[in-house]
């Protein structure tokens, strides 16, 4: 009898630990900030789901589409109330580069975030997650895989977009100084900057004050207007071509002095966004950007009559082409806790019927999916559309060159529109940075 009673109090013990045991774990699925499985910081669903809250952290560059951005992820927290994305965007007149760098530095890791591909993504590769068997990888255009494609055939980004850039001109004030045809050769362009500075229009809005309109974009045209830009890349890499000496970047001094000598004043303290101001609000005619001022543009003047010219360096029929590819990827870090939910946001970007509007018409880019239709396109993206249709572009080259050399370039630029250097100078000195920086 003794032993009978001794093993039922053992039982009623031992259910008594399995109860006290249910409720700790239960609270502690329950609280804010508790750890779960594998170190993942969660949060309670406030509709009183069992699903915990994951939070992606996305750092982008692209400032001109934040808040359209924004509101995007809004749309897909509601239809996905488990995510929350927090979105930090840099970009403009601040480097990304080296504010991604800082993060990775001090431990916080974006979970969505930008690369530039070709030398850029063999300087993150290691951070990138593979999404070669993702399912929109088939609807990507064959010129939305080159940047993030490595030798190894695998893809590590999915286009943000495509993009062209030139000099962006005023229909209106054109016609208002009696000219009638779009100059397509650095002729025209200089006797048209001429007539419009006679009826009293500056022509040209020039932010020589950003290293990247400069030193990236600008400088672009004499790489891009080679035979073969690549293998003249990869000449300057082993030694057998140059840039000093070189017909192309000879050239390239007469773009520079026609946009110095028919600009705005002050061009080298002139930002990105005093730059694009001048022209929206009609105080020049021309200006040397892309397809991702449209938003601002129409944000200042809703009516303006505008178009893509070319940035010529010759006379030649084929310096009539625009600089069109992709400006960036979305890419993801292969070491986030959450990267099944991070690969599920970026398919619903450009899979959704909301994510796809938002692209075409929200954000006014030009898809670079065969699934998504360029319907909504402003002005200068049905430019950028044309150009591409009749084949009339060139590519953007400066993915491939050493890292940190565009900054470097710019410096120069700056010093030869002050009038400190010669231009022979600046062609030594680029040179100089190649070869030190490769």
């Known amino acids: 009898m003794k032993r009978y009673a001794f093993l039922l109090l053992s039982f009623i013990l031992f259910v008594g630990l399995l109860v006290g045991c249910g409720s700790k774990d239960s609270n502690d699925t329950s609280s804010s900030g508790g750890d779960s499985e594998g170190g993942k910081s969660t949060e309670s669903n406030s509709e009183g789901s069992d699903d915990e809250v994951v939070t992606l952290n996305f750092f982008q560059f692209k400032v001109e589409i934040a808040d359209q951005l924004q509101a995007m992820i809004d749309e897909y927290e509601k239809e996905n109330p488990n995510v929350k994305i927090k979105l930090e965007s840099v970009g403009g007149g601040a480097d990304y580069g080296a504010a991604l760098k800082a993060k990775f530095a001090s431990g ?22 593979d999404l070669s068997d993702e399912p929109w990888v088939e609807n990507v255009l064959p010129i939305g895989k080159v940047p993030m494609t490595d030798t190894d055939g695998k893809l590590y980004g999915m286009p943000v977009n495509l993009e062209g850039y030139g000099f962006v001109y005023n229909k209106d004030l054109f016609e208002q100084a009696g000219i009638t045809e779009p100059p397509k050769t650095l002729s025209e362009l200089k006797a048209a900057a001429q007539k419009l500075q006679d009826n009293g229009i500056t022509p040209f809005a020039a932010g ?64 990105y966004n005093t730059q694009v101001t001048l022209f929206a609000s009609g105080e020049t005619a021309m200006l040397q950007q892309g397809n991702w001022t449209e938003n601002m543009i129409y944000e200042i003047n809703p009516d303006i009559n505008m178009a893509f010219l070319p940035i010529p360096l010759n006379d030649d029929a084929d310096a009539d082409r625009l600089p069109v590819g992709v400006p960036n990827n979305w890419v993801l870090n292969k070491n986030s806790e959450n990267l099944d939910e991070a690969k599920a946001f970026l398919n619903w ?8 509007r938002y692209i ?53 630029i700056q010093e030869y529109a002050a009038g400190r250097i010669e231009y022979s100078e600046v062609l030594e000195q680029f040179q100089a940075i190649w070869d030190e920086m490769k």
């Not at 916080?108 to 997650?129: V, Y």
């Not at 970007?349 to 994510?355: C, W, Y």
């Not at 030009?366 to 200068?380: K, R």
């Open 208 to 271: 020589y004050g950003e290293w990247w309109v400069i030193g990236q974009h600008l400088l672009n045209i004499p790489f891009a207007q080679q035979d073969d830009p690549v293998a003249f890349i990869e000449g300057l890499y082993d030694g057998s071509e140059t840039i000093v000496g070189n017909e192309k970047f000879e050239q390239f001094q007469e773009v520079i002095d026609t946009e110095i000598g028919f600009g705005n004043e002050n061009p080298i303290t002139t930002d």
């Open 349 to 356: 970007m450009v899979s959704s019927e909301t994510g796809k």
């Open 108 to 129: 916080e890791e974006p979970d969505i975030f930008n690369n530039g591909g070709f030398k850029e993504l063999e300087l993150w590769k290691e951070r990138l997650a």
């Open 360 to 412: 075409t018409e929200e954000f006014a880019f030009i898809p670079a999916f065969d699934n998504i239709e360029p319907t909504g396109l402003g002005a200068l993206g049905q430019s950028i559309l044309e150009y591409s249709k009749d084949d009339k572009t060139i590519p953007w080259t400066w993915f491939r060159w050493p890292d940190g050399a565009n900054k470097e370039f710019a410096a120069k």
